[in-house]
């Protein structure tokens, strides 16, 4: 199984990379998160794949890193109706840590907010993942009794919690908050993040 490719980035839209490679060009579907965190083409690109075979087709799909492409490997592997379309436009909406939270808390309403998701595989993802979403993965919301966050993960999350309180749809804060963090570099404070995103 092909598990990451390496190489320099041809050319990209908010779904598709394509990485040259030994004189190849593979072209790779992405999240819309991912596609943000790709450098100017001609620059080295590093993607977490997982390939899926079919009859007619080989497939891969990349991610910026190996939670995000386990996370959708979950949710290809356990949740019903969920295919790799359907998690990758999961994953286009929402941030990973959202998607968790989202999971964790039983949050229909803001699963339901991706695009082609409807109510019952909104419920079906919490039913399915909300067990395999904990303490395992490394990621705690509040009340949580598990490791801490990365400071990272951790200002994200709480710049998202800030916007959603101030009357922002939670896919839209973490849209917000996505794009004030690539601005801001890892560093960011949940402050600067909030206030970039504001702006």
Do not use: W
Not at 33 to 44: D, H, I, M, Q, R
Not at 52 to 59: L, T
Not at 88 to 93: A, E
Not at 175 to 186: C, F, I, K, T
């Amino acid at each position: 199984m092909i598990t990451s490719i390496h190489g320099t980035l041809a050319g990209a839209s908010p779904l598709h990379a394509i990485i040259e490679l030994n004189g190849l060009g593979y072209e790779v579907n992405i999240p819309v998160t991912t596609a943000e965190k790709l450098p100017s083409p001609g620059g080295l690109v590093k993607l977490h794949t997982h390939v899926v075979y079919r009859e007619d087709a080989q497939i891969l799909y990349g991610f910026a890193t190996t939670d995000e492409r386990d996370f959708f490997r979950l949710m290809i592997e356990h949740v019903t109706g969920v295919g790799p379309k359907v998690a990758l436009t999961i994953m286009s909406k929402l941030s990973l840590p959202l998607l968790r939270g989202a999971i964790r808390a039983g949050d229909v309403g803001t699963l339901a907010q991706c695009p082609g998701i409807g109510k019952k595989t909104a419920e079906r993802l919490v039913v399915e993942l909300k067990a395999k979403v904990g303490a395992a993965d490394g990621v705690t919301f509040a009340g949580d009794a598990a490791p801490a966050l990365s400071a990272g993960a951790s200002a994200h999350r709480d710049a998202v919690a800030t916007l959603v309180a101030l009357g922002y749809r939670p896919a839209d804060a973490d849209q917000a908050v996505r794009a004030a963090a690539l601005a801001l570099g890892p560093r960011a404070t949940t402050e600067g993040l909030v206030k970039k995103a504001l702006n």
